[in-house]
Structures are given as C-alpha cells and as structure tokens.
C-alpha cells in the first residue's frame, strides 16, 4: 500500500511538472506596453516576453539615450524586439528626464531641477522591482538579470548595476553603448571651458555646483570611479569609432581605455568593443545589429 501511495505520489508530480514544463515551453511572444511603475507619465515601461520562456529565461533592461534631458522608449522598440528574438525578456524602459527650462534662454537660466540622475536611477529600481514581483507571472527569471543603455541610458546602466540600488545584485551584468563614464574633474577650469550649456545641464543633472567643493558628487555620478571602489559588475563597453556628440570633442577612446585598465584592475570580468565605420548613434546599416549581436553573447556568457 505504501508503496502504491508512493508510486501515484512520484507519477502524479512527474505529470505535474511535465505539464507545467509543456505549458511554459509553449508560452507565445508577448508585448504589454506601458506598464506603470509610479505616478509620472515618464514612469512607464514595455515589456517584451519570448516565446518559449520559462524561469529561466534572462531579463534584459534597456535604457535610451537622450543626454539625461530627452529621449523616450520608443526608440528602442525595434532593438528590444530583436533581444527579445534572441531570448531574452526586455524591460524598455523610461524614466523622467531632467529639467532643462532656460538652457537656452539667453541670458542661460541658472537653476536646479526637479529630476537628477539620482532620481532616474530610483525609476529604474522601481521599474526592475515591479518586473520581479511579476516574474511568476510573466514566467521570466527572478535573478538572471542584465541592463544595457546607449549614451545616457550607458551611463546609467552602469551606475545602476554598480550601485547601492541593485538590491541584492540582482543585476550581474551591464552594457553600455556609447555612453560616458567620467564626469569628474581635476580643477574648476575643466569645467568653465565647457560650453555654459553643457554646464548648466551637468550641474542640473548631478545636482551640485561644479566646484571643487562638490567634486566627490561627480565623481559619484561617474562609473568610472565607482568601478575605482571596486563596486563594478561585469560589464561589456562598445564604443562606436566616432563617438562624437554635436560640436563636443570626442575623448572617450582614452576614456574607455582608462575606465578598461580600471576594470581589469580590479578584477571585473570586461569586454571593450569598437565598432568601425560607427557614429556615437550606431546609425549605419548594421551597426546595432552588431550591438545587440556582442551584447547578447557577453550577457548570456555571465547568466547560465
């Protein structure tokens, strides 16, 4: 009798976990645009679900550009799909945008704003915490989790997955795609050569003065340093050949370079690809195919 007890016991959970095994192998794509993680309109995010996933299947959070100041998920929409063809679950998400009232006004309108990467920062924590508390739902994994951002969305890919706000390290692994890693300075006179606008809008997004006083708030906002303190992540850096914005001069060849010796330094698994031909947009033919191609891999490399 026990052993008959036994043996529908033993079949019945084999029966169990092969329908469920079934059930999530067979799960379709799915897209649910604009879920809501707070109260702004700029708290919102897409979520792109592959086909066949199950608990395993990794999580991607991508992040758009925009210099802290503009940009929308939307422009990210034909990239998150084709993550999303290569396996992977992608969180597009947005995030409110710093405040840049008067930055062009002239005489420029000195004032702080509302919104700081600090803040972008905790929109992207509350957008990863609503994708957890529903990834029994979504059937997606709780702890394979990578994040990647071009430009302004790189740089705080980076400072999010190195940072206090990466509970747990949920997040192993980062991308960064043509973003900046130091905003730090050596003296003042670094910073009063910039353009005053530039200015206005890095002061406005550190949220402190560009003085010597508040140099360790810059360095903060700068995964290059925080990498320094030993905090990073494996990290894959795809720098395009002309990583130029606007009429600003393009250092971050040596910076990349410094941030790579950091890295490897410290002991941070890392991967530094250069993508010819490349605008700091990836605009050519291509070009963010090879993108997603070498992130993908780097990521699925760190999240067996």
Not at 44 to 55: Q, T
Not at 76 to 93: D, E, P, R, Y
Request: with cysteine; proline share 4%.
């Amino acid at each position: 009798m026990k052993q008959s007890v036994a043996y529908l016991f033993i079949s019945t959970c084999f029966l169990l976990f092969s329908c469920k095994k079934d059930k999530e192998s067979s799960a379709a794509a799915r897209v649910i645009t604009d879920v809501t993680f707070g109260d702004d309109a700029k708290q919102k995010m897409d979520v792109y679900l592959p086909e066949g996933r199950n608990e395993q299947t990794p999580v991607v959070v991508m992040l758009h550009g925009g210099g802290f100041v503009a940009g929308d998920k939307s422009e990210f929409s034909a990239h998150a799909q084709q993550f999303s063809a290569k396996g992977f679950a992608v969180l597009n998400v947005n995030y409110r945008l710093v405040n840049v009232d008067g930055v062009l006004s002239d005489p420029i309108v000195h004032k702080p704003s509302p919104v700081k990467i600090a803040d972008q920062l905790n929109d992207i924590q509350a957008a990863v915490n609503l994708a957890v508390s529903k990834s029994g739902e979504w059937g997606i994994s709780a702890d394979k989790w990578a994040i990647a951002g071009h430009s302004a969305g790189g740089t705080l890919a980076l400072l999010y997955a190195y940072g206090d706000k990466n509970t747990g390290s949920r997040v192993k692994v980062a991308g960064n795609w043509a973003g900046a890693t130091n905003f730090a300075f050596q003296n003042e006179a670094e910073v009063q050569a910039l353009d005053p606008r530039i200015r206005e809008v890095i002061y406005r997004a550190v949220g402190a003065e560009p003085v010597q006083a508040n140099v360790l708030a810059y360095m903060a906002a700068s995964p290059l340093w925080v990498a320094y303190q030993g905090r990073g992540k494996a990290t894959i850096n795809i720098r395009p050949e002309s990583n130029a914005v606007g009429d600003l001069p393009d250092g971050s060849k040596a910076e990349y370079q410094q941030f790579t010796n950091i890295l490897n330094d410290k002991g941070v698994p890392n991967k530094w690809v250069e993508v010819a031909g490349a605008d700091h947009g990836f605009s050519q033919a291509g070009k963010w195919e090879l993108v997603i191609g070498e992130s993908a891999a780097f990521f699925n490399a760190r999240l067996q």
